[in-house]
Each structure stands twice: as C-alpha cells, then as structure tokens.
C-alpha cells in the first residue's frame, strides 16, 4: 500500500518539476508604451531584414518590430522602462547596419500620425523578408 503511495508523489512531484521548467522557459512578451523609428543603412535583401528583426527581439522590452527595407526604416515598439531608442539604434550598429534614431513617439502619437500616412497603424511584429539581395554572402558580425 505504502508504493502506489510514493509512486503517486513521485508523479506529482515530477509534475509540478516540468510545470515550474515551463514557467522559466516561457518569455512574458513586453507592452510598447513608445515606438522608435529608426534610419538603417545596408539592409539589401530578406536576411538582412531577418538579421536586424533577430537583433532587435532579442533585447529586453521589445515588443515589436516593422522592418521596411525599400525605406531603409525599421519601427520598434518597445518599453520605455526596460530600454532606450540609442540601446535600440546600438544593437542594430553592432550587428553591421549603421543606424541613427530618426524619431520616437509614443504608441497613440505614432497610430495617428499613421492614420493620417494610410500606413500601418501598429508596430506590428513584420518584416519584408523576400528574397536575398546578396547580404548572405557578405561578412556581417
């Protein structure tokens, strides 16, 4: 009687292990009070944009960001309180495409200046990612 008892423990203990595992794993996705709009040079083709989107998920208090490769513009919603447009411009530098803050603004400023442009009212999480114009090939760190 005494083994399905510590089996049954084991279980719950096992169980309650895996949950907790989960919690860790799990990345609470942050909320955009500001949107940036940045000025980015030598984004050529799709893995370009996939490389400045990586960047830039990658880093607390990004919630989301909109790559337009034909503009050389990229616009990140991001949290003000977890990170700064210049950390934003920074990480994407580093990553070889040199980048200055062209405007920040906040996220109801930004939908309607938007409206007003009939463009994307949102930092939506996109990218233009179609094809390669040839940045695959060269060295990028």
Do not use: H, W
Request: proline share 4%; glycine share 10%.
């Amino acid at each position: 009687m005494a083994r399905p008892r510590i089996q049954n423990v084991a279980l719950i203990i096992a169980a309650v292990l895996i949950l907790i595992g989960f919690g860790f794993a799990v990345r609470v996705r942050p909320t955009a009070d500001r949107v940036a709009l940045l000025s980015t040079r030598g984004m050529t083709g799709g893995c370009c944009t996939s490389a400045v989107q990586k960047v830039l998920q990658s880093l607390r208090g990004v919630a989301s960001v909109r790559i337009d490769r034909a503009e050389a513009k990229v616009i990140v919603g991001f949290d003000s309180r977890k990170t700064a447009p210049v950390n934003l411009a920074a990480a994407v530098s580093a990553a070889g495409y040199p980048t200055q803050v062209q405007k920040v603004e906040t996220v109801e400023e930004f939908r309607s200046e938007s409206a007003k442009r009939g463009g994307p009212t949102g930092p939506d999480q996109t990218a233009q990612t179609d094809g390669c114009g040839g940045c695959c090939s060269q060295n990028r760190n």
